[in-house]
Antibody, heavy 119, light 110 residues
Framework: EVQLVESGGGLVQPGRSLRLSCTAS????????MSWFRQAPGKGLEWVGF??????????EYAASVKGRFTISRDDSKSIAYLQMNSLKTADTAVYYC??????????WGQGTMVTVSS | QSALTQPPSVSGSPGQSVTISCTGT?????????VSWYQQSPGTAPKLMIY???NRPSGVPDRFSGSKSGNTASLTISGLQAEDEADYYC??????????FGTGTKVTVL
């Protein structure tokens, strides 16, 4: 079964860091770009960023709202994508999702992990 | 990058058709045929309904269709069913190699 599972969410104080993981199974992880998204409580979806597959350089792109604070990486040997979040703000409170990218769309999504930034 | 503009809500009776618009700019929707649509029910992850403007993934009913004209993309649900009640989001690739979502539309089946 093709599946993505996010983990690592929780309660963190403003200014601190947190790393989320997205563990894939059921497909050849290294063949795909992987994206991260978030959804603040009661709000819409926001694209956070993505990491390209190694075939396309493994490079990353980010939304302006997180650029310079968040870093996306991947470990193809473990089929895991990571979202390193630094200098967290209360505005970063959201459910964070990862997805598989295919043909400029997102076809497989994880169940999400909640990140709460609060003192 | 500003969010794409969608109507906050649309509604229709079972069997009717509803259309959701998604307006962007020449830097996103207007530049590429890389618009996708997602359905999200409360407490669940989004589900891909349409990719590359008008293509349906396997398993998505053919009552869902997509189109684009200029800077505006549209999702039409024909033969509306109770199970179609959800939030819908459009998404577009941009000229900055990023992605942007629409503001979201709540579909209500009367």
């Amino acid at each position: 079964e093709v599946q993505l599972v996010e983990s690592g969410g929780g309660l963190v104080q403003p200014g601190r860091s947190l790393r989320l993981s997205c563990t894939a199974s059921g497909f050849t992880f290294g063949d795909y770009a992987m994206s991260w998204f978030r959804q603040a409580p009661g709000k819409g979806l926001e694209w956070v960023g993505f990491v390209r597959s190694k075939a396309y350089g493994g490079t990353t792109e980010y939304a302006a709202s997180v650029k310079g604070r968040f870093t996306i990486s991947r470990d193809d040997s473990k089929s895991i994508a990571y979202l390193q979040m630094n200098s967290l703000k209360t505005a970063d409170t959201a459910v964070y999702y990862c997805s598989r990218d295919i043909r400029f769309s997102f076809d497989i999504w994880g169940q999400g992990t909640m990140v709460t930034v609060s003192s | 990058q500003s969010a794409l503009t969608q109507p906050p809500s649309v509604s229709g009776s079972p069997g009717q058709s509803v259309t959701i618009s998604c307006t962007g700019t020449s830097s996103d929707v207007g530049s590429y045929n890389r618009v996708s649509w997602y359905q999200q029910s409360p407490g669940t992850a989004p589900k891909l309904m349409i990719y590359e403007v008008s293509n349906r993934p396997s398993g998505v009913p053919d009552r869902f269709s997509g189109s684009k004209s200029g800077n505006t993309a549209s999702l039409t649900i024909s033969g509306l069913q109770a199970e179609d009640e959800a939030d819908y989001y459009c998404n577009s690739y941009t000229s900055s190699s990023t992605y942007v979502f629409g503001t979201g539309t709540k579909v209500t089946v009367l």
